[in-house]
């Protein structure tokens, strides 16, 4: 990128670039559904070779790029970011930043400038890049941007922008906050196994180096993925389990409260019914006595 005759701006073939004029739409940005996210400008540049932009104050927008092909490198406040295919980069606003396309490999860009109370609900100023780690992903994200062209060749009405803020927020989602497949759906079948193994034993008194040893991995690991998606610890997930046997027990099977202990595990029934009134609120007797619904876990 040494010969800065070979930049140019935009102007690209077969590129798509909408501006909002936000001035003559003032009052839409400052209704409650779109003043939290509101879009400026969006485009498409397709095989973007020699794409320079540089912007030595920034913009009053936050600008997301979303690189389908190619290569290109982003630099904000002289940190250099380098993007390729399936990356998304946000640059914050109000930032001095340059990007521009490899030489020999040029990118193709989806992007759009936004802005909104909600900006800082997003982890922009982090400024990192994404990877869209699957075909599913990268399909998300070319729907949504087609859908925010499609709306903006139609009438600006109310009613559309807050259909865009609305398209805007769900990528930004998509982006930062929804679970990468490959590693979600390695924790998911790790977290199905253990519960699986939870209600298989529920009768036992299990302890976490035992399901440990018994999946082979380590407790660190199972008390993490247990906290992200059941917020509770494995032997509170698995007491927890165990009261709600309780429950059915109490009320289905007509088993006096010594009985539903002794079937759990417990040897001691008053340290059962501790336990009992803890995660369920009342103790045993009142449970079974009563038509109590407020299970707490």
Not at 8 to 21: R, S, V
Not at 26 to 45: K, M, N, S, W
Not at 102 to 110: K, Y
Request: proline fraction near 3%.
């Amino acid at each position: 990128m040494s010969d800065k005759l070979l930049f140019k701006q935009d102007g690209f073939k077969n590129e798509q670039y909408i501006i909002i004029p936000t001035e003559s739409f003032a009052q839409h940005a400052e209704h409650p559904l779109i003043r939290g996210l509101f879009l400026t400008d969006v485009g498409y540049f397709p095989n973007a070779a020699y794409h320079y932009k540089e912007r030595k104050e920034g913009t009053g927008e936050n600008i997301l790029i979303y690189c389908t092909e190619g290569k290109g490198v982003i630099e904000v406040k002289d940190k250099r970011y380098a993007i390729g295919m399936n990356e998304v980069f946000c640059i914050p606003s109000h930032s001095q930043h340059k990007y521009y396309a490899s030489q020999e490999d040029p990118w193709s860009i989806l992007w759009v400038h936004f802005k909104g109370e909600n900006t800082n609900f997003f982890p922009i100023q982090e400024m990192q890049v994404i990877k869209m780690n699957s075909s599913h992903a990268n399909n998300r994200m070319m729907f949504l941007f087609d859908l925010l062209f499609r709306v903006l060749e139609r009438n600006y009405t109310l009613g559309n922008f807050i259909y865009l803020s609305q398209v805007l927020s769900l990528m930004l989602s998509e982006i930062y906050y929804r679970e990468k497949v490959s590693e979600t759906g390695k924790q998911n079948k790790y977290l199905t196994t253990v519960i699986r193994y939870m209600y298989n034993n529920v009768h036992q008194n299990i302890s976490l180096d035992m399901i440990a040893e018994q999946l082979d991995l380590s407790k660190s690991y199972l008390n993490a993925i247990f906290k992200k998606y059941t917020q509770k610890s494995p032997i509170d997930f698995f007491i927890s389990l165990k009261m709600q046997e309780a429950c059915k027990l109490l009320k289905l099977k007509d088993m006096h409260v010594y009985e539903v202990s002794r079937q759990l595990g417990y040897e001691d029934q008053y340290y059962f019914s501790r336990i009992f009134k803890k995660v369920i609120g009342v103790s045993p007797k009142e449970y079974k006595q009563g038509e109590h619904i407020n299970y707490k876990g």
